[in-house]
């Protein structure tokens, strides 16, 4: 199986095909749309909705050379059974309460508009579609098992936010024995020194939790 090269921080990422997934992390309306979650916390969505071409771009290589493709959505149940107390509570402080009615309908509920993933990237027959609980797209969730059954060993990483969802996610993914290159292009924090300081955080110390590349990068080696 042919290995791809491609520069990335803090040396390049070798990747094969065959064992390598695109892990796009939550780009719901609730993050990259107005009156959605992350606008409600007192954020502006310009970056997040911003990445959304770049994102598609790297979608449409992926599903081109047929890698896996992996989305999660960050929500809850109707009942909200699965949102743990002080987070319901901290959400509802902030003016954005988890299940309160907003202009998208009910906030980070599963089943709602704002809740689903943005028309651009919408996830097509074949692709996994991970709705998780929490900010780490591996706590209380099987999509461990869907890598291990897949043979997935390499997780090129995207989506909202850097420093939030992202983060965690590349954080249990490293622990958890996946080698994980966070695309700087794909990914986005509302504010971004928060991004700029995770994308550090990533790649510091020899890749304390892995590499940072671009799509650029990714999309260059898939093409030499
Ligand atoms: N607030 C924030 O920056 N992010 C989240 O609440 N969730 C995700 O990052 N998806």
């Keep these: 199986m042919k290995t791809f090269i491609a520069e990335a921080l803090p040396y390049e990422y070798e990747f094969r095909m065959d064992n390598t997934a695109l892990l796009i992390i939550d780009m719901q309306r609730d993050f990259c749309e107005n ?16 990445i959304i071409p ?64 943005v028309e651009e990237l919408y996830p097509i027959e074949g692709e996994i579609i991970i709705d998780k609980p929490g900010k780490g797209a591996f706590y209380a969730t099987d999509l461990e098992l869907v890598l291990q059954t897949r043979g997935i060993e390499n997780l090129i990483v995207c989506g909202v936010t850097t420093h939030v969802c992202v983060s965690t996610t590349i954080r249990e993914a490293n622990d958890r024995g996946f080698n994980c290159v966070l695309l700087s292009d794909c990914s986005a924090a509302f ?30 080696a898939l093409e030499k």
């Design 35 to 50: 009156g959605g979650f992350g606008e409600l916390l007192g954020n502006d969505i310009a970056l997040t909705k911003g």
């Design 54 to 117: 770049t994102v598609k771009r790297m979608l449409e290589t992926a599903r081109k050379e047929g890698m896996l493709v992996i989305h999660t959505r960050e929500g809850h149940r109707p009942d909200l059974s699965d949102c743990p107390p002080q987070k319901l509570k901290r959400s509802k402080k902030q003016g954005a309460g988890i299940g309160d009615v907003g202009p998208m309908g009910r906030i980070l509920v599963r089943g709602e508009y704002g809740h689903d993933i």
């Design 191 to 220: 504010d971004p020194q928060d991004h700029e300081a995770t994308l550090k955080s990533i790649h510091q110390q020899g890749g304390i939790f892995g590499w940072v590349s671009s799509s650029d990068k990714i999309i260059e």
